[in-house]
């Protein structure tokens, strides 16, 4: 809605979140200043001091500006459009999302008359987006048979009713008489839900013998009974859920293609009137429950029918909080998202003993067709089953591709508790720590059940089992007793536990933790911790640790660069995954490394609106200026991205890039967990034709040798292949994860602070330049413990 401009000696700006202005076009917060501004709020000097800030556009000694919590933004004319309040934002799995945009947009929908969005949290934790709509799409003629009355002229005749509306009615078995369109009747009608006939005047509006149309010609009172009784036959006919089922299809579709996933509706709930207050705004208290979730009343309500698709339903209920599926219900369109997608995807492969990517949901997406992929899967013999240890998820590669175990100068095994030596002070204190999990490995390696492991190995509590001493001091890694396949299925355990592992880390000298691998995603990228241990003084702070990934990726694609003697400014620059690492990444190489000469946006989880937005970030706020290509998918890579000659990986989707179509000369660095590419494939293709180069994109390589002792407990070695757990021992002294390094490089330097929730690009620098200052490099190309043997160029 355009505002206008400001009046005489009234100055407004239009800013970022870093009080910078934004470009013409581009939403910001409004701001206004001038000899009209007041003084503050009265007897309120704590809101008049959040409100009303410095003015940093004036010279004049006391000038402010009042913020005023209004989104806007400069029309190329100057005038100024208001678009929502600042505040009408809610935070969902990480992301703010302006609830006035969803619903601007929805407002645009040629079927919507009225709509509101909220955030609800029926369930504990679950929060999402519910689109309330009231359309003016109804029903046209809604069957309706019985008898009736038709008087014409004083005479009357019997007919029955056929289909009925608000404006009229249709009636059969009209004998063939003196009769006229236009002519004015009477009928003695029983209207739906009424007990007794009612006479209603009418007029002729069309006549097919042995049909016609009359159309009503009400007072006010007999239209509302006519409306109250349609209510009632759309309501006990099951027409009203009919309706809502095309026009949630329908509102869904519209906005996958003008917004990112996590802006999207888990729900549209269509509504006869919105609720009001007495004074006429509308009543968000008032809106109904999800009943919309409920499928049971549904016509195409598929049960389940055999065992596996019995379990797949119950687990869709669980990680969804629906009361009912059905097996053709798709998982997308029921509101599924990217973390209940991984979520969903753990609990299968716990519960079916499968090894299941999340992938295979994407290709199918419905109950019925995951079930006959799953039954497929299961006589691949995929399985965890401890009785049948060689039955590995992953085959070994090849045998050229050996792993270096030796144990270095540098490593040190430990077989007596590092807890009970810190206990009597033979380790001395750390500075920080890194969380991590139970790899699935572990159990793919041995005849341990997860029971035996957790109780035996780890006493369910969190253990600690490594510590690295480096240049600038020391990191305890501490592991909490959970598998990988876990995380996302009881974040309350997981938040539980980490708060365990951040009490233990405290008391080991920790001032900050960092949360390795996918404990950020499965934590609202640690806001869920925070909560958690809200109030509490005594614990480190934690770090995801992405702005130091970040800075590691972007320092392995400056490394790739200068090995294959090859300049960013020639390349066509591809990234896999627009997440918190991807996007960062993206933001970080425009701002620190010479542009490339093109690049291609490609995210599974982001709609193409979304794409668009960080397009537009890329040009204004980057400067970039070379060409951009967007590429939307749903299920797998589109044909765009295989012509990139550098491709970026950041994705939680697995084997999506398909190694053997990428180009000759391909150079692929990745963040993914798992990766986005087959390692097996891409050595293989790396040792028979040497045409690509690829390695992991986390990794950092120090200036010094970093000391590391390993804690091996007894159990592990007794009862794992020695071959095994030497895999879990570091193969290079120089070589820490980026995500690991963090929590010490927050604890040491004031100027790379830790991060929680989603990342800003002066963060970013930040860590960059200061691991570029302390002479940390990318680590050499490497890939699951594999180190390409490369010449540089």
């Known amino acids: 809605m355009p505002i206008g401009r400001p ?103 040629p079927d919507v008359l009225q709509t509101v969005v909220i955030c609800r949290e029926d369930t504990l934790g679950n929060k999402r987006l519910v689109a309330y709509v009231v359309s003016n799409l109804i029903l046209e003629r809604i069957p309706y048979h019985s008898e009736c009355e038709l008087e014409i002229d004083g005479n009357s005749i019997k007919l029955h009713t056929e289909n009925i509306s608000n404006g009229g009615v249709a009636l059969v078995g009209m004998p063939t008489l003196t009769i006229t369109e236009g002519q004015h009747v009477r009928l003695h009608l029983l209207l739906p839900g009424e007990s007794e006939p009612s006479w209603l005047p009418g007029t002729v509006a069309w006549l097919r013998p042995p049909q016609v149309g009359v159309s009503f010609n009400l007072t006010f009172s007999e239209q509302a009974k006519v409306d109250q009784s349609i209510t ?65 009343g549904e016509d195409n309500f598929v049960a389940p029918r055999t065992p596996t698709e019995t379990k797949l339903a119950a687990i869709w209920v669980e990680v969804l909080g629906l009361k009912k599926v059905g097996i053709n219900d798709n998982f997308f369109e029921l509101g599924g998202h990217s973390l209940q997608a991984v979520s969903l995807i753990s609990k299968i492969s716990a519960q079916m003993n499968l090894k299941v990517s999340v992938k295979l949901l994407f290709s199918y997406p419905t109950i019925a067709e995951l079930a006959k992929a799953l039954n497929q899967l299961s006589t691949q013999n995929t399985s965890f089953a401890p009785e049948k240890p060689q039955a590995k998820i992953e085959e070994p590669m090849t045998a050229s591709l050996t792993k270096n175990t030796d144990i270095s100068p540098f490593f040190q095994l430990e077989q007596r508790s590092l807890l009970s030596l810190f206990a009597v002070g033979k380790i001395a204190p750390v500075d920080s720590a890194a969380l991590g ?190 060409s951009i290509q967007i590429a939307t998918s749903t299920s797998e890579l589109p044909p765009e991205i295989y012509d990139a000659t550098f491709i970026i990986g950041a994705t939680n989707v697995p084997d999506i890039l398909d190694i053997y179509r990428v180009k000759p000369g391909t150079l692929i660095v990745d963040d993914s967990g798992p990766h986005c590419f087959s390692p097996k494939q891409a050595i293989n293709r790396f040792e ?66 830790p991060t929680v929730g989603l990342l800003n690009l002066e963060t970013c620098v930040q860590h960059y330049q200061g691991l570029e200052k302390l002479g940390f490099q990318a680590a050499d190309l490497h890939c699951e413990g594999y180190v390409l043997p490369f010449e540089p160029k």
């Not at 996958?256 to 009001?276: D, G, N, R, T």
């Not at 089992?465 to 001091?473: C, N, S």
């Not at 007794?718 to 963090?742: A, D, F, R």
């Open 437 to 626: 999990y139970i790899p699935l490995s572990l159990l793919q390696g041995s005849s341990l059940t997860r029971n035996q492991i957790l109780q035996s190995c780890y006493d369910n509590m969190p253990m600690w089992d490594a510590v690295m001493e480096t240049k600038w001091g020391r990191i305890a890694g501490l592991t909490l007793p959970i598998f990988e396949d876990e995380l996302y299925s009881d974040p309350q355990k997981l938040v539980q536990m980490t708060v365990e592992a951040l009490e233990m880390a405290g008391r080991l000298g920790a001032k900050t933790v960092s949360l390795t691998g996918l404990i950020p995603s499965a934590t609202d990228y640690g806001h869920a911790i925070l909560k958690a241990v809200s109030g509490r003084t005594d614990l480190p702070t934690i770090t995801t640790g992405h702005a130091t990934t970040c800075s590691a990726v972007v320092l392995t694609i400056k490394k790739i660069l200068l090995l294959s003697n090859r300049s960013l400014e020639q390349e066509k620059v591809g990234f896999i995954g627009l997440g918190s690492i991807g996007l960062n990444t993206l933001r970080l190489m425009l701002k620190c490394l010479p542009h490339p000469e093109s690049i291609i946006l490609c995210d599974v989880y982001s709609k193409l609106e979304s794409i668009q937005n960080i397009q537009r970030e890329i040009i204004l706020d980057l400067g970039f200026r070379g």
């Open 232 to 296: 009632y036959q759309l309501d006990t006919q099951g027409l009203w859920k009919t309706l809502q089922r095309a026009l949630s299809g329908s509102l869904r579709n519209y906005l996958k293609q003008k917004l990112p996933e996590h802006m999207l509706p888990s729900a549209f709930v269509l509504m006869k009137a919105l609720p009001l207050t007495p004074n006429g705004k509308i009543n968000h208290r008032a809106l109904p429950a999800l009943e919309s979730f409920d499928k049971e």
């Open 7 to 109: 009046i005489r000696n009234v100055q407004t700006y239009v800013l970022d979140r870093s009080k910078q202005p934004v470009p013409i076009g581009v939403p910001g917060e409004l701001y206004i200043g001038g000899d009209g501004l007041a003084r503050g709020y009265l007897n309120q000097p704590d809101l008049t001091e959040e409100k009303f800030i410095p003015n940093p556009f004036s010279n004049k000694p006391g000038s402010r500006l009042y913020k005023t919590g209004d989104k806007a933004r400069y029309l190329p004319d100057g005038n100024i459009e208001f678009i929502g309040r600042i505040d009408n934002q809610v935070k969902i799995r990480g992301f703010r999302i302006e609830l006035g945009e969803v619903e601007a947009l929805l407002a645009q929908h």
């Open 688 to 753: 028979e034709q040497k045409d690509i180069l690829f390695t992991e994109g986390g990794v950092l390589q120090a200036s010094h040798p970093i000391k590391t002792v390993i804690y091996l407990p007894e159990f592990i070695k007794n009862n794992l292949n020695e071959t095994l757990w030497k895999e879990y021992l570091p193969t290079n002294s120089l070589h820490i994860m980026g995500c690991v390094l963090s929590s010490l490089l927050s604890t040491r330097f004031d100027y790379m602070e």
